[in-house]
Nanobody, 127 residues
Framework: VQLQASGGGLVQAGGFLRLSCAAS????????MGWFRQAPGKEREFVAAISWSGGRTNYSDSVKGRFTISRDNAKNTVYLQMNSLKPVGTAVYYCAASRSDTAQTMGVMTRDGMNYWGKGTEVTVSS
């Protein structure tokens, strides 16, 4: 499956962005989907995840309450609504897909457990 993230850009602190990740080549319904981010000079970190049905979601503590992950399986697309953005959120955001049972059913996933990665979209939050 190929993943293409979009929607990044430059936004002021306190602002919002909505990222999209379109899957092609295969239906993403058999995957748990996640968003990760990598800031300059840092390791890629988990942001949010969603089970195949959308019924289970998980978030990192740093974004909980501000970000919302969702998916539309009919459109083969997963979204990340990011509100109240902070300068520390400046990073390249990647979407990824996992075939693991825990990812599919519970939306639980780790960076090393992902099977497919998109190329990323850059988000810059100015202070």
């Amino acid at each position: 499956v190929q993943l293409q993230a979009s929607g990044g850009g430059l936004v002021q602190a306190g602002g919002f962005l909505r990222l999209s990740c379109a899957a092609s080549g295969r239906s993403m319904i058999s995957f748990g989907m996640g968003w990760f981010r990598q800031a300059p000079g840092k390791e890629r970190e988990f942001v949010a995840a969603i089970s195949w049905s959308g019924g289970r979601t998980n978030y990192s503590d740093s974004v909980k309450g501000r970000f919302t992950i969702s998916r539309d399986n009919a459109k083969n697309t997963v979204y990340l609504q990011m509100n109240s953005l902070k300068p520390v959120g400046t990073a390249v955001y990647y979407c990824a897909a996992s075939r693991s049972d825990t990812a599919q059913t519970m939306g639980v996933m780790t960076r090393d457990g992902m099977n497919y990665w998109g190329k990323g979209t850059e988000v810059t939050v100015s202070s």
